[in-house]
């Protein structure tokens, strides 16, 4: 039997034993546990997957309840290579920073220090729950680990990912920052969104407007969180991100800052195909590289089949 033939047989076999659970999703890179929150909101079953022991320990205190009802599984873990322990960095200033790469977890000269975290590879977990419904990866640099777990035959039917993320001052090179959406593509995905995760706006290709939005909604964040009561005066937040309240009041929900929002057929905006979402994605990232006081992007992919 050639190498190829042996692979699919295993393949088939490993995918045979898992089942498509409609009612689940996989919150993988919990945080604080935002995320997590609308999901049980909107009555889904969540496996929520998280490396910091404080994030985890505070969201069992959080989510007692849901718990204890089965509706919720918390896994105190990283998504590595392989099976084991390894060293993690905990961002001390922005617990969302935090990563495998040193780098990404200290960037802009941020303080972080390193804790040993227990680790598994993500098909561990496809196999021990099932393939959900929707998959949120967000885990700082690593969430290509999750997607080279996935295949064509164990691929959720909604999925989201960063769009790319660096521990440098400067963004990846072009071909690095569509390394997610080639993936997508490879798995079999067809339709995208790139949705800023300060707005929850999905870019359209001739779309200038979304710039004098991201400023906006820069300017408003920065009230939100240190000038919060005079953002509520003059109603900044309110004015800078029109999509995000128009989501909330769609879902009976307020998306806190950091979280990644709604997500398939919640988001707004129409899918594009592959060639128009890369084709965008390359003009919009040149366009906030040359323009932007912050060249990191914030930007996540959605895919559906």
Same mark, same amino acid.
């Given at each position: 039997?050639?190498?190829?033939? *042996?692979?699919?047989?295993?393949?088939?076999?490993?995918?045979?034993?898992?089942?498509?659970?409609?009612?689940?999703?996989?919150?993988?890179?919990?945080?604080?546990?935002?995320?997590?929150?609308?999901?049980?909101?909107?009555?889904?079953?969540?496996?929520?997957?998280?490396? =910091?022991?404080?994030?985890?320990?505070?969201?069992?205190?959080?989510?007692?309840?849901?718990?204890?009802?089965?509706?919720? *599984? /918390?896994?105190?873990?990283?998504?590595?290579?392989?099976?084991?322990?390894?060293?993690?960095?905990?961002?001390?200033?922005?617990?969302?920073?935090?990563?495998?790469?040193?780098?990404?977890?200290?960037?802009?000269?941020?303080?972080?220090?390193?804790?040993?975290?227990?680790?598994?590879?993500?098909?561990?977990?496809?196999?021990?729950?099932?393939?959900?419904?929707?998959?949120?990866?967000?885990?700082?640099? =690593?969430?290509?680990?999750?997607?080279?777990?996935?295949?064509?035959?164990?691929?959720?039917?909604?999925?989201?990912?960063?769009?790319?993320?660096?521990?440098?001052?400067?963004?990846?090179?072009?071909?690095?920052?569509?390394?997610? /959406?080639?993936?997508?593509?490879?798995?079999?995905?067809?339709?995208?969104?790139?949705?800023?995760? *300060?707005?929850?706006?999905?870019?359209?290709?001739?779309?200038?407007?979304?710039?004098?939005?991201?400023?906006?909604?820069?300017?408003?964040?920065?009230?939100?969180?240190?000038?919060?009561?005079?953002?509520?005066?003059?109603?900044?937040?309110?004015?800078?991100?029109?999509?995000?309240?128009?989501?909330?009041?769609?879902?009976?929900?307020?998306?806190?800052?950091?979280?990644?929002?709604?997500?398939?057929?919640?988001?707004?905006?129409?899918?594009?195909?592959?060639?128009?979402?890369?084709?965008?994605?390359?003009?919009?990232?040149?366009?906030?590289?040359?323009?932007?006081?912050?060249?990191?992007?914030?930007?996540?992919?959605?895919?559906?089949?």
């Amino acid at each position: 039997m050639s190498l190829d033939s *042996t692979f699919d047989t295993l393949n088939s076999i490993y995918t045979a034993r898992l089942a498509v659970k409609d009612g689940l999703i996989f919150d993988v890179g919990m945080h604080n546990g935002d995320d997590t929150a609308f999901y049980l909101h909107q009555r889904y079953k969540v496996v929520a997957v998280e490396a =910091n022991p404080e994030m985890v320990r505070a969201a069992a205190v959080r989510f007692a309840e849901q718990i204890a009802s089965g509706q919720l *599984t /918390l896994l105190n873990v990283a998504i590595a290579e392989s099976s084991g322990r390894k060293t993690f960095w905990i961002s001390d200033e922005h617990s969302d920073w935090s990563s495998f790469d040193k780098a990404i977890a200290s960037r802009e000269g941020r303080r972080c220090h390193s804790v040993e975290v227990e680790t598994v590879r993500f098909r561990d977990i496809l196999e021990k729950f099932g393939i959900p419904l929707y998959l949120k990866i967000d885990i700082e640099g =690593n969430d290509h680990l999750c997607l080279r777990d996935l295949t064509a035959q164990t691929r959720p039917q909604y999925i989201s990912v960063e769009s790319c993320c660096t521990g440098e001052d400067t963004p990846l090179g072009l071909e690095q920052s569509l390394m997610n /959406l080639e993936r997508l593509r490879v798995l079999g995905y067809r339709k995208f969104k790139l949705i800023d995760q *300060t707005t929850f706006r999905a870019f359209h290709a001739h779309d200038r407007s979304w710039e004098l939005w991201e400023r906006l909604g820069n300017m408003a964040t920065s009230y939100q969180s240190r000038k919060a009561r005079l953002a509520r005066v003059l109603g900044l937040q309110h004015f800078a991100i029109p999509a995000k309240l128009k989501l909330e009041r769609r879902h009976g929900w307020q998306f806190q800052v950091g979280s990644s929002g709604p997500w398939g057929d919640g988001t707004l905006g129409r899918w594009l195909d592959y060639p128009e979402a890369s084709k965008m994605f390359v003009n919009l990232r040149r366009r906030h590289i040359a323009n932007a006081h912050n060249p990191n992007l914030w930007w996540d992919w959605h895919a559906t089949i």
